[in-house]
């Protein structure tokens, strides 16, 4: 199939006429503005209480449109599985993520979106995959060792924000990107800021002004370094896209390189940045787990200075167990935006075609019928027995489906990476009494950057 047949055709997708989505419950609060405050103060105690009230299903008003929220495993199966094709992504996300990050893999729908995977998935291959840990392994050294020469308070998420950036630069961009590095990733910082600016129009001293020219910008640095990634080669991830074809064996263009590297580094780096820091402060909360996966750092009998082979992530099924302990109770993509393309029903409910819907992972994964006590730490839920009998759809922090994240077993390998450097020199721990606030939406980081006290291990 070429590019031009399955491109995606023009969909024009209206909301519902005025009043027909009224025979589901719900509350659409104040004109205009709806619910988005309420929204925006408490995301999780918001969709708990309407879950409480209402159901599995029901309206409400959000960023001046009204929408549905369908809850639960079984409509994030129908979401994301979206098997009847239903659901566009591309429609959903366009409004939060379409004018900065266009045409990134999660805005594209259908036979095109699964081309441009298909196309993309060879920079994630294992080959690439041992390139980019070699650069990840030494990146991460360098920077714990920094907070080990530091002992005392550290602030995690910017000091994660600081990692993942840095590691976004040499993994995904190469290691001799030269001295335009601070200004390319400042201009990813503010792209990545004004994606969820509350203020929509690039308007002059306002994020979404800068996150604007920020994009001019990393459209300019691209368009440049294109053909010499072509022409030279190399082991990171952009010079991998510069070679990726599709299946007619055509070379991907120009501006889809543009469009995917933007998404990629945004993707990989907020999400990150927030997963890792939930990860150290579910850590520093309990002790007794970071111990055992110290230990089971230690048993990987890797010097100091040595670096980490691919094999032997698969060594640290502790790890990954914690890891994914602390998604479930902070998913780094709390809820997810969809518009249907045609009607479908749900529990009962005709839904027409156009509605925006959101589905609610933040929800999903503390439903206390599926994870008794649900704001409990429990790495062992994730153990092959724990796992068996549970919805599928359960637990959906990289989505699911034909748009499940491409970069998550790049997410592990940074995950186990990084647990592996920090826990070998640091010992982490929170001050009596001290808990941190977290703004859930739109993605989780701690109020107050999370305090935390580090010493060597």
Not at 130 to 142: E, T, V
Not at 159 to 188: H, N
Not at 408 to 418: G, I, R, S
Request: hydrophobic letters at 40%; glycine letters at 8%; a positive charge.
């Amino acid at each position: 199939m070429s590019m031009q047949s399955a491109a995606s055709p023009t969909i024009r997708l209206n909301p519902p006429k005025r009043g027909s989505l009224k025979h589901i419950p719900g509350d659409e609060g104040w004109p205009i503005v709806g619910k988005t405050l309420q929204v925006l103060a408490d995301p999780k105690g918001h969709v708990e209480g309407n879950a409480a009230k209402y159901g599995l299903i029901y309206r409400t008003h959000l960023f001046g449109e009204t929408s549905i929220v369908l809850l639960g495993p079984e409509a994030n199966e129908l979401a994301l599985f979206d098997q009847a094709k239903l659901f566009s992504s591309t429609h959903g996300w366009d409004i939060i993520l379409g004018r900065l990050f266009p045409r990134g893999l999660m805005l594209l729908d259908f036979d095109e979106h699964r081309l441009h995977r298909r196309a993309l998935s060879v920079a994630f291959k294992s080959g690439p995959m041992k390139s980019y840990l070699a650069q990840l392994d030494r990146g991460i050294a360098r920077r714990v060792a920094q907070w080990k020469a530091k002992p005392g308070e550290m602030l995690v998420y910017p000091a994660m924000k600081q990692l993942t950036l840095d590691l976004a630069a040499t993994s995904f961009l190469g290691a001799d990107i030269g001295p335009e590095v601070d200004e390319i990733i400042r201009a990813f910082v503010d792209m990545i800021a004004a994606a969820v600016a509350v203020v929509r129009r690039p308007l002059p001293g306002t994020q979404m002004g800068r996150g604007v020219a920020g994009r001019k910008r990393i459209v300019a640095y691209f368009s440049e370094q294109i053909p010499i990634r072509r022409a030279n080669g190399g082991d990171d991830l952009f010079s991998q896209l510069c070679q990726a074809t599709h299946e007619d064996g055509a070379l991907l263009s120009n501006q889809d390189i543009i469009d995917h590297m933007s998404f990629l580094i945004m993707a990989a780096h907020d999400t990150l940045t927030s997963s890792l820091t939930s990860f150290v402060g579910e850590l520093a909360a309990h002790p007794e787990w970071q111990q055992k996966l110290r230990d089971e750092v230690a048993s990987l009998g890797l010097d100091a200075g040595a670096a980490i082979g691919f094999d032997q992530l698969d060594a640290m099924p502790l790890t990954e167990m914690a890891f994914k302990e602390a998604l479930r109770i902070k998913p780094p993509v709390p809820s997810m935006p969809r518009r249907a393309v045609r009607d479908f029903s749900f529990k009962g409910f005709g839904i027409p075609g156009g509605t925006l819907i959101g589905i609610n992972p933040l929800f999903t994964h503390h439903m206390p019928e599926i994870w008794p006590e649900p704001d409990r730490f429990d790495p062992l839920r994730f153990t092959e027995e724990a796992q068996r009998g549970r919805h599928r759809f359960a637990w959906v922090p990289f989505g699911g489906g034909a748009h499940m994240c491409l970069g998550l077993h790049f997410a592990y390998m940074q995950a186990k990476c990084f647990a592996r450097h920090f826990l070998q020199n640091l010992d982490v721990s929170l001050q009596p009494g001290y808990r941190a606030e977290w703004q859930m939406w739109p993605i989780p980081k701690p109020r107050d950057g999370l305090r935390v006290q580090v010493k060597p291990a």
